[in-house]
T-cell receptor, first 113, second 113 residues
Framework: GDSVTQMEGPVTLSEEAFLTINCTYTATGYPSLFWYVQYPGEGLQLLLKATKADDKGSNKGFEATYRKETTSFHLEKGSVQVSDSAVYFCALNSGGSNYKLTFGKGTLLTVNP | NAGVTQTPKFQVLKTGQSMTLQCAQDMNHNSMYWYRQDPGMGLRLIYYSASEGTTDKGEVPNGYNVSRLNKREFSLRLESAAPSQTSVYFC????????????FGPGTRLTVL
């Protein structure tokens, strides 16, 4: 079945540091890949997505590239801010008749001033 | 345009009590979903409705029932609440099978004593 593995947190960084959160997946077919962000006390918001191999999703300075050969979709940001403190979820949908999003367990990021 | 709304925001139940969580979306989406979020587990799909008039089980349907009342509304019912159902519940919607973005509500925090 489909599965998503992302690096366990928590991750603590200083402001302006470089961020990488690793995500690898197992899926049938050709999945779409997503990063969602959850700020404290809120629901999930889509951060970025990629629907085919070699696509790069980007938003708010975050980037992730769909790497089919390594089944990965790592999230990166060059310079984090305190306001980026949140939980980040990697997710996939393997398409076809499958409506389900499969989520990783989430990575808590804390950015200190 | 409110997006996805959920009521109530918080609820405390005693074991054996019943309740219904309400969800509505104003984006004219066909598909709606109920997830639960537990620490260290990511989000797990309880039930989904691919379109008005249809519902299907997700990963963890036991102890829950759902009703797709119309295109806008999708409710989740706990007939006899158990402490294991203490969780944060999220409703989501999308306009197509999950290859497109799912939009999430703010969540309902449920405690079963």
């Amino acid at each position: 079945g489909d599965s998503v593995t992302q690096m366990e947190g928590p991750v603590t960084l200083s402001e302006e540091a470089f961020l990488t959160i690793n995500c690898t997946y197992t899926a049938t077919g050709y999945p779409s890949l997503f990063w969602y962000v959850q700020y404290p006390g809120e629901g999930l918001q889509l951060l970025l997505k990629a629907t085919k191999a070699d696509d790069k999703g980007s938003n708010k300075g975050f980037e992730a590239t769909y790497r089919k050969e390594t089944t990965s979709f790592h999230l990166e940001k060059g310079s984090v801010q305190v306001s980026d403190s949140a939980v980040y979820f990697c997710a996939l949908n393997s398409g076809g008749s499958n409506y389900k999003l499969t989520f990783g367990k989430g990575t808590l990021l804390t950015v200190n001033p | 345009n409110a997006g996805v709304t959920q009521t109530p925001k918080f609820q405390v139940l005693k074991t054996g009590q019943s309740m219904t969580l309400q969800c509505a979306q104003d984006m004219n989406h066909n598909s709606m979903y109920w997830y639960r979020q537990d620490p260290g587990m990511g989000l797990r799909l309880i039930y989904y409705s691919a379109s008005e008039g249809t519902t299907d089980k997700g990963e963890v349907p036991n102890g829950y029932n759902v009703s797709r009342l119309n295109k806008r509304e999708f409710s989740l019912r706990l007939e006899s609440a158990a402490p294991s159902q203490t969780s944060v519940y999220f409703c989501a919607s999308s306009d197509q099978r999950g290859r497109n973005e799912q939009f999430f509500g703010p969540g309902t925090r449920l405690t079963v004593l």
